[in-house]
């Protein structure tokens, strides 16, 4: 008979994390290699097609059963895994709706001319001699001034990256560097709700928790833009001739003018103003619609046999816009709604297995197991960035990629000396930013979803979120930084 006696619950504001007596650390880790083998197999010897289309998403599954099997042999109840499934499909609700909001997004800012005026215009003041770091410092300004990675890739990411494909630069690098310069903004935003979960889990206050991040972010930020900034001077992209014949393609095709900025600029604006993401962005998919009927109405009779049927298709189907250029064609693209439902399903599928994992004690576990070997000051810097890291791929949520590791490392912080700023530090540099670097986890679905970017195509572009966690344990090896608890 199954019971949950052996279940106890550690809750953190809105958040828990369960342990589990009756789990070994061998059987949390069965669901983990049952999962990263079938991934593995499905990326290097499939193709990504080993189950179909969706073979991310039935391995996740598949893994969650694995997951389940062990809770069960564990004594934990079918309910209390349901029921933890259930509360991290809730947590990612919104997230979901933003995603079928930028979908809509996307095709309504295509049909109404602003994403090709952005283009328009971007390809006559950015050159590609300087892009890829202005693309790096442009995201990261968004970033700061919104407090959302997230929001600044819907925005001026996806501009970015069509204005850096038509130079002839690989979307790759572009995607690299928005979301480089976004993860900055959003780790030293103190509007980010990450950077104000991590002190509050390591029990430092938010200011401090800013100014110490600031010692291992700005160094690393200012490599990535040096990185970038070779990167641009080697990239071999078309000349000024080809610019010019993309200018009159995009002229050719729709009418440009810059009134059409006033929508992404309402769009920023009702952000500023701290309006929330789903009534922004869906004010900005009715003012694209409106615009699309002011200036591109000889192209919404061509797209379909009426304008109002044409945003419709934009909004929820797959449209393409023909140009005289094959470049732009395959640019001025969009999949809708629909276009993001292999994301949306990848989240849906992922938040089952992290759910179960968490249910069943597993994450808990293995996090348990990383902090028995933590001897020494670097071995506990090591051990969380592993943690967090591990969690990222794990739980699929960065979120519980801070609030675990921090619950369960922050009286070993205390026991060493050391100040929660250097765990709070260390939670951000290798949890927040890597969260990107998962292509199941929430994080990089989203933003490959939004780029149209896969995350095997960015990961090693964006330097600044895989060279986050290398930062802070070389200043953790060399005692760089690190303060310790001022004696009462």
Same mark, same amino acid.
């Given at each position: 008979? +199954?019971?949950?006696? /052996?279940?106890?619950?550690?809750?953190? @504001?809105?958040?828990?994390i369960?342990?589990?007596?009756e789990? &070994?650390?061998?059987?949390?880790?069965?669901?983990?290699?049952?999962?990263?083998?079938?991934?593995?197999?499905?990326?290097?010897?499939?193709?990504?097609a080993?189950?179909?289309?969706?073979?991310?998403?039935?391995?996740?599954?598949?893994?969650?059963?694995?997951?389940?099997?062990?809770?069960?042999f &564990?004594?934990?109840?079918?309910?209390?895994?349901?029921? @933890?499934?259930?509360? &991290?499909?809730?947590?990612?609700?919104?997230?979901?709706?933003?995603?079928?909001?930028?979908?809509?997004?996307?095709?309504?800012?295509?049909?109404?001319?602003?994403? #090709?005026?952005?283009?328009?215009?971007?390809? +006559?003041?950015?050159?590609? @001699?300087?892009f890829?770091?202005?693309?790096?410092?442009?995201?990261?300004?968004?970033?700061?001034?919104?407090?959302?990675?997230?929001?600044?890739?819907?925005?001026?990411?996806?501009?970015?990256?069509?204005?850096?494909?038509?130079?002839?630069?690989?979307?790759?690098?572009?995607?690299?560097?928005?979301?480089?310069?976004?993860?900055?903004?959003?780790?030293?935003?103190?509007?980010?709700?990450?950077?104000?979960?991590?002190?509050?889990?390591?029990?430092?206050?938010?200011?401090?928790?800013?100014?110490?991040?600031?010692?291992?972010?700005?160094?690393?930020?200012?490599?990535t833009?040096i990185?970038?900034?070779?990167?641009?001077?080697?990239?071999?992209?078309?000349?000024?001739?080809?610019?010019? /014949?993309?200018?009159?393609s995009?002229?050719?095709t729709?009418?440009?003018?810059?009134?059409?900025?006033?929508?992404?600029?309402?769009?920023?604006?009702?952000?500023?103003?701290?309006?929330?993401?789903?009534?922004?962005?869906?004010?900005?998919? %009715?003012?694209?619609?409106?615009?699309?009927?002011?200036?591109?109405?000889?192209?919404?009779?061509?797209?379909?046999?009426?304008?109002?049927?044409?945003?419709?298709?934009?909004?929820?189907?797959?449209?393409?816009?023909?140009?005289?250029?094959?470049?732009?064609?395959e $640019?001025?693209?969009?999949?809708?709604?629909?276009?993001?439902?292999?994301?949306? $399903?990848?989240?849906?599928?992922?938040?089952?297995f992290?759910?179960?994992?968490?249910?069943?004690?597993? $994450?808990?576990k293995?996090?348990?197991?990383?902090?028995?070997?933590?001897?020494?000051?670097?071995?506990?810097?090591?051990?969380?960035?592993?943690?967090? %890291?591990?969690? !990222?791929?794990?739980?699929?949520?960065?979120?519980?990629?801070?609030?675990?590791?921090?619950?369960?490392?922050?009286?070993?912080?205390?026991?060493?000396?050391?100040?929660?700023?250097?765990?709070?530090?260390? %939670?951000?540099?290798?949890?927040?930013?890597?969260?990107?670097?998962?292509?199941? /986890?929430?994080?990089?679905?989203? +933003?490959?979803?939004?780029?149209?970017?896969?995350?095997?195509?960015?990961?090693?572009?964006?330097?600044? !979120?895989?060279?986050? #966690?290398?930062?802070?344990? %070389?200043?953790?090896?060399?005692?760089?930084?690190?303060?310790?608890l001022?004696?009462?």
């Open positions: 008979m +199954q019971d949950d006696k /052996n279940i106890s619950e550690i809750k953190i @504001e809105d958040q828990k369960i342990d589990n007596k789990l &070994n650390i061998w059987e949390a880790l069965i669901p983990v290699f049952i999962l990263m083998g079938m991934l593995a197999y499905n990326i290097f010897y499939a193709d990504g080993w189950l179909g289309d969706y073979s991310n998403q039935y391995i996740l599954l598949l893994g969650g059963l694995v997951a389940a099997a062990v809770g069960l &564990n004594k934990v109840s079918v309910n209390r895994m349901v029921a @933890e499934v259930i509360e &991290n499909w809730k947590s990612v609700f919104v997230p979901i709706m933003i995603l079928f909001l930028v979908g809509a997004l996307a095709g309504t800012w295509l049909v109404s001319g602003i994403i #090709p005026a952005m283009v328009y215009y971007g390809l +006559q003041v950015l050159s590609p @001699e300087i890829l770091p202005a693309s790096v410092i442009i995201a990261a300004i968004i970033s700061i001034a919104t407090g959302s990675s997230w929001t600044t890739s819907a925005t001026v990411g996806i501009a970015l990256v069509g204005i850096g494909s038509a130079l002839g630069i690989p979307s790759g690098m572009i995607a690299g560097a928005v979301i480089s310069g976004a993860y900055f903004g959003d780790k030293m935003s103190p509007l980010s709700d990450t950077t104000n979960l991590a002190p509050a889990m390591a029990g430092t206050d938010l200011f401090t928790h800013i100014k110490y991040m600031a010692y291992t972010t700005v160094p690393t930020i200012i490599v833009l990185v970038f900034a070779v990167l641009s001077g080697t990239i071999d992209t078309t000349g000024s001739a080809d610019v010019s /014949n993309l200018l009159v995009i002229d050719n729709f009418t440009i003018t810059p009134w059409l900025f006033l929508v992404p600029g309402a769009v920023i604006a009702m952000i500023l103003l701290k309006t929330k993401p789903l009534i922004a962005l869906g004010t900005g998919v %009715l003012l694209a619609a409106v615009f699309a009927f002011i200036f591109q109405s000889d192209l919404l009779n061509i797209l379909s046999d009426t304008k109002f049927s044409s945003i419709l298709n934009a909004i929820w189907t797959d449209v393409q816009i023909t140009t005289d250029n094959d470049k732009l064609t $640019l001025f693209s969009s999949g809708g709604i629909l276009g993001m439902l292999w994301t949306i $399903l990848l989240i849906i599928c992922a938040m089952v992290g759910g179960i994992m968490d249910a069943i004690g597993a $994450l808990a293995i996090t348990k197991a990383l902090l028995s070997i933590a001897t020494s000051v670097f071995g506990l810097f090591a051990s969380t960035v592993v943690s967090c %890291l591990g969690l !990222n791929a794990i739980a699929s949520d960065q979120y519980l990629a801070l609030v675990i590791p921090g619950k369960m490392f922050k009286k070993a912080y205390e026991d060493k000396g050391l100040a929660p700023e250097n765990l709070s530090r260390t %939670l951000e540099d290798s949890g927040t930013v890597t969260s990107v670097l998962i292509p199941w /986890n929430t994080c990089g679905a989203y +933003q490959s979803g939004v780029l149209g970017v896969g995350v095997g195509e960015y990961f090693v572009y964006a330097i600044f !979120n895989w060279l986050s #966690p290398f930062t802070t344990l %070389l200043f953790a090896a060399f005692r760089i930084k690190i303060k310790q001022v004696k009462k």
